[in-house]
């Protein structure tokens, strides 16, 4: 393509020419086949004003096709995308991203102490194995637990839609459907994210996205312990699909010792007790809003305890609905009768004559059967003529209940009893 700067080749050696940019997920799109057209130095970077080749693709369907804003030397000092100027890494604003790592903006404002400082950090780029940000970015602390609970894991592609239809806001557009951008109500001017300078995003400064997310994050839920100190089990929620017992025990055993793991995969959850109340509470507070497996931000927080757990219910789910009392049967069975605390003295018999021992065992009569034989009858047996049959439903008393599988007229419910010769 024909370059866009003229005759212009002041300090061309400097000029930029790459054969892939630097982007983020959310600008590449979710196609996995993209075209790309390149031209070379087609533009001035925004912040260097250097020269540099520019890519432009369109990341999906019904997606505004998109184009590199700044050169790579530049994305490279900040390690930011060359489209949104947003972190590679936590996908957030410069300036919430140097916030949360402590580090202050060192790079100057003027054109030629720029142009000196760009040049040097070039350098630094190509000494550098390419694998780490480089200048106060690469010498930055590890990152606060802020950045960690606002850092974006999945890729959020609506922010590549069409702009909004000028045409339309006037009510003049006449496409339809076939209409390139949004039919929507723009944004109230009023409104402080109405007002974006590239400029200022990549200095961190004056960003109203930015302001946002750090207002956010100061109104964060914390995950305070419970009270009871009993408890030293964990609740990781939506863990999907695909995690294993070992990756949460590989994130987890460095907060102290584990007891348990319980996958509940129905649930997409588990439960994490550990030996100690300590351990338990640094896992709680290194994780909470912290944990990312797979990709994936998951939910901790802390385990019931064992009352709450038998006050909702076994386990802590909640009891299922109970059923409809039958007609006729009373709807708490009555309490069992109480044995003796002696047992009577016949209620053991060992009859020495027979040989070998046999061991009778005379049991109380049940209640509504008559009573056994006198002793010297031999063992006792049913009456032969059975007992008598139960009384209606109507008419028994209440409390007593009848299963007919106590009816001893049914088939299997008489026993042979073989005499000893």
């Known amino acids: 393509m024909a370059t866009s700067l003229g005759s212009n080749t002041y300090n061309r050696q400097n000029w930029e020419d790459s054969d892939f940019p630097i982007l983020c997920q959310t600008c590449l799109g979710e196609n996995p086949y993209i075209r790309m057209t390149k031209e070379k130095y087609g533009k001035e970077c925004k912040i260097c004003a250097r020269p540099f080749t520019v890519f432009r693709w369109c990341p999906g369907v019904r997606m505004r096709f998109k ?30 991203r140097d916030t949360g790592m402590s580090v202050k903006d060192d ?7 720029k142009e ?11 000494n ?28 959020y592609y609506k922010r590549n839609r069409p702009h909004i239809c000028s045409f339309w806001v006037k009510g003049e557009c006449k496409r339809g459907e076939e209409c390139p951008y949004r039919h929507e109500k723009p944004t109230d001017p009023d409104d402080p994210l109405a007002d974006q300078n590239i400029k200022d995003r990549y200095y961190g400064i004056n960003d109203p996205v930015a302001d946002k997310l ?22 990781i929620g939506g863990l999907g699909e695909n995690v294993t017992d070992s990756e949460l025990r590989n ?50 927080k802390w385990g019931r305890s064992q ?33 003796e605390e002696e047992a009577p003295a016949n209620y053991f018999n060992l009859d020495p004559s027979s040989s070998p021992a046999v061991l009778n065992i005379s049991l109380p009569p049940p209640p509504g059967l008559p009573n056994p034989p006198p002793p010297g009858f031999g063992p006792p047996m049913f009456h032969p003529m059975g007992p008598p049959p139960p009384p209606p439903m109507a008419l028994r008393p209440p409390g007593q209940i009848h299963y007919p599988s106590q009816d001893p007229q049914r088939m299997g419910a008489h026993a042979a009893i073989r005499h000893s010769d």
């Open 116 to 126: 000196y400082y760009t040049q040097n950090m070039e350098r630094e780029i190509q």
């Open 107 to 113: 790079m100057p404002r003027s054109d030629v102490n």
């Open 214 to 235: 750090l207002k956010r994050a100061s109104s964060m839920p914390r995950l305070d312990p419970p009270e009871d100190k009993s408890i030293t089990t964990l609740y």
């Open 307 to 339: 009352a709450a757990k038998e006050k909702d219910g076994k386990d802590g789910f909640e009891m299922g609905t109970g059923l409809e009392p039958v007609p006729g049967l009373p709807a708490t069975l009555p309490p069992p009768p109480a044995l």
């Open 251 to 300: 994130n987890f055993y460095q907060y102290g010792e584990i007891r348990t793991i319980t996958l509940v995969q129905r649930q997409q959850c588990a439960f994490i007790q550990f030996a100690t109340r300590q351990g338990a509470e640094l896992a709680a507070e290194k994780t909470f809003n912290k944990l990312i497996i797979n990709g994936r931000r998951l939910a901790v």
């Open 67 to 96: 184009k590199t804003e700044v050169c790579q030397t530049c994305s490279k000092m900040k390690n930011v995308c060359q489209t949104c100027l947003l972190d590679l890494e936590y996908g957030l604003p410069i300036q919430v």
């Open 128 to 155: 550098s194995d390419g694998t780490r940000p480089v200048g106060m970015l690469g010498k930055a602390q590890n990152p606060g637990d802020m950045l960690l609970k606002l850092a974006r894991t999945t890729p």
